[in-house]
């Protein structure tokens, strides 16, 4: 059974810095392209950083410039660097990839989250 891990959340003070990981555990060969999501209190879910299995990168304008996603191919883990964090960074983060499988098919998953709180 496939399962994206995310870890690296906490509490941290404005301005800040975070390294979110979501690691890819189960039988599968790689991880496609990916993405890091948030949730905030009573907001819909955002995209915030994505990469293409090429390691294409895109940002919501948000967060340009601030933040980094990245990937570890023999891991079979992506990342997320976040810097000079802001209040409005507070959110669930969630991990979203396309994995494929050791059958050769590909599949979508989520992550649980994992809770970002930025504030003094």
């Known amino acids: 059974q496939v399962q994206l891990v995310e870890s690296g959340g906490g509490l941290v003070q404005p301005g800040g810095s975070l390294r979110l990981s979501c690691a890819a555990s189960g039988i599968i060969l790689s991880i496609n392209a990916a993405g890091w999501y948030r949730q905030a209190p009573g907001k819909e879910r955002e995209l915030v950083a994505s990469i293409s299995s090429g390691g294409s990168t895109n940002y919501a304008d948000s967060v340009k410039g601030r933040f980094t996603i990245s990937r570890d191919n023999a891991k079979n883990t992506v990342y997320l660097e976040m810097n000079s964090l802001k209040p409005e960074d507070t959110a669930v983060y969630y991990c979203?990839?396309?994995?494929?499988?050791?059958?050769?098919?590909?599949?979508?998953?989520w992550g649980k989250g994992t809770q970002v709180t930025v504030s003094s």
């Open positions: 979203n990839a396309e994995v494929l499988l050791a059958t050769w098919r590909t599949g979508d998953y």
